[in-house]
Each structure stands twice: as C-alpha cells, then as structure tokens.
C-alpha cells in the first residue's frame, strides 16, 4: 500500500513540473509621463508640432514602442505651451495630436496611434483630453497575433482629463491602438501605464532534473516491489 502512494506521488511530481509552465506572474508596472525618458532624463519639448517629430522608440528600453498611420507620422510629445487648452497632468509634456499640422520631416501628427509591447502586458491606461473642445477616444486591444481582445470608449467635456483602459485578465495584451473618434482634430494624452506579465517556465536544466529525480524515484520504487515479490517466492 506505501509503495503504490509513493509511486503515485513520484508521477504527480512529474504532472505537476509540466503545469508549471502554464503559470505566469506580473512584473513591476511601468509608467511613462512623457516628461522623462526611458532612463529618467528630463524632455525639453517643443510647443510647436513643425519642431518636432512623432515618437517611436523613445521608450524601447522599457518595452514600449510608438507607431502613427504612416512612416513619419504619429503623436509627438509637445509641451503644454502649445495652446491645448489643458495642462499636462505631471511635468508640462503630453502625447500630442493634430491632424491639421505637420512635423519637421514631412509627417503629420495624426492618429490612429498603436503602442506596441515586447512583452504582453495584463493592463494598460492612459489619461486622455480633447482641452478647449469635448471628445470621444477609442482604445482597442489586441494579442501577439492581431487579434482584437477588446475595446473601451470614453467621452471628455471641455478641458477635462479621463482615464482611458483596458486588462486582460490573461496577460495576453501585445498592443494597444489609440484613436480620437470625436469631431476635435486636435487632442492628448498624458500618463501612460501599463503592467508586463512574465511567464514562469522553468530553466531547462531545472526541468531535466525534475523530470529525472521523479522517474528514478519511481523505477526504484518499482525495483524494490520486484525484489520483494522474489524474496517472498524464496
């Protein structure tokens, strides 16, 4: 009866090595204010779009890359002299719009805005204004293959900020798509935060090892019931 249970709990602790890699955890949250960069080094922004260009991979090192509809166009970072009609939530920068204006190489500053991960995140928000006009701001979530997980709305009055966001509950957000759906041709953002999920898998050599010690525990088990049968037959 002892020998059955622990060759039982040899094989469970094989079963069990393999669930393991099923299991994920959150990392440390991340937060960018668009007055810093990726290594905490003050933005000296500009006010005007046409001395500016739109953000990209300002933020790679922390994972987070920013993308327009075009080559060259996209949000930039402006500084809130710029005449919005609000101010920055921290600092004086935000994440800018204005698809009437254009940027030092050509670009435009308009949106869609995709913010992409390269690592998948549980959670994402970010504060959105339309500043002197009321708006309505669309954000769309989608996995590592393009698929749409989800989407929330949100409407803003005159000058004021809300929080646009979106968790998965699966960890499984690989980029966000941003999007002004209101008739205001200019808008920001300000105080993007996002949560990256970390996947718990084993090193290799660990799962060897684990996947060894329970088979030789369980063909020794299984040696010992074999000699103990001969012995009785003795």
Same mark, same amino acid.
Request: aromatic letters at 10%; glycine letters at 10%.
């Given at each position: 009866?002892?020998?059955?249970?622990?060759?039982?709990?040899?094989?469970?602790?094989?079963?069990?090595?393999?669930?393991?890699?099923?299991?994920?955890?959150?990392?440390?949250?991340?937060? @960018?204010? *668009?007055?810093?960069?990726?290594?905490?080094? !003050? /933005?000296? =922004?500009?006010?005007?779009? +046409?001395?500016? %260009?739109?953000?990209?991979?300002?933020?790679?090192?922390?994972?987070?890359?920013?993308?327009?509809?075009?080559?060259?166009?996209?949000?930039?970072?402006?500084?809130?002299?710029?005449?919005?009609?609000?101010?920055?939530?921290?600092?004086?920068?935000?994440?800018?719009?204005?698809?009437?204006?254009?940027?030092?190489?050509?670009?435009?500053?308009?949106?869609?805005?995709? @913010?992409? *991960?390269?690592?998948?995140?549980?959670?994402? !928000? /970010?504060? =959105?204004?339309?500043?002197? +006009?009321?708006? %309505?701001?669309?954000?769309?979530?989608?996995?590592?293959?393009?698929?749409?997980?989800?989407?929330?709305?949100?409407?803003?009055?005159?000058?004021?900020?809300?929080?646009?966001?979106?968790?998965?509950?699966?960890?499984?957000?690989?980029?966000?798509?941003?999007?002004?759906?209101?008739?205001?041709?200019?808008?920001?953002?300000?105080?993007?935060?996002?949560?990256?999920?970390?996947?718990?898998?084993?090193?290799?050599?660990?799962?060897?090892?684990?996947?060894?010690?329970?088979? +030789?525990?369980? %063909?020794?088990?299984?040696?010992?019931?074999?000699?103990?049968?001969?012995?009785?037959?003795?």
């Amino acid at each position: 009866m002892a020998t059955s249970i622990l060759m039982k709990l040899s094989i469970a602790t094989i079963g069990t090595t393999f669930i393991t890699l099923g299991t994920f955890s959150t990392a440390q949250a991340g937060l @960018i204010n *668009f007055d810093t960069d990726a290594n905490g080094n !003050s /933005i000296n =922004a500009p006010s005007l779009f +046409f001395n500016s %260009t739109a953000l990209t991979d300002l933020y790679a090192p922390l994972g987070v890359k920013f993308s327009g509809s075009g080559q060259l166009s996209g949000g930039s970072i402006i500084d809130q002299l710029g005449n919005f009609g609000v101010n920055a939530l921290s600092g004086s920068n935000f994440l800018a719009f204005n698809r009437d204006a254009m940027l030092s190489n050509g670009g435009i500053p308009t949106d869609p805005e995709t @913010i992409s *991960f390269a690592d998948s995140i549980g959670d994402f !928000s /970010i504060f =959105a204004s339309g500043g002197v +006009f009321s708006n %309505t701001f669309q954000l769309q979530a989608f996995d590592i293959n393009n698929l749409l997980l989800g989407a929330s709305t949100i409407n803003t009055a005159v000058g004021e900020w809300k929080k646009l966001s979106f968790s998965s509950s699966l960890g499984n957000v690989s980029k966000v798509v941003l999007t002004g759906t209101g008739a205001a041709s200019y808008f920001v953002y300000d105080n993007l935060s996002f949560t990256p999920v970390s996947k718990s898998v084993p090193e290799p050599g660990s799962l060897l090892g684990l996947v060894t010690f329970a088979t +030789f525990g369980a %063909t020794s088990l299984l040696k010992f019931k074999q000699q103990q049968k001969a012995s009785v037959k003795a």
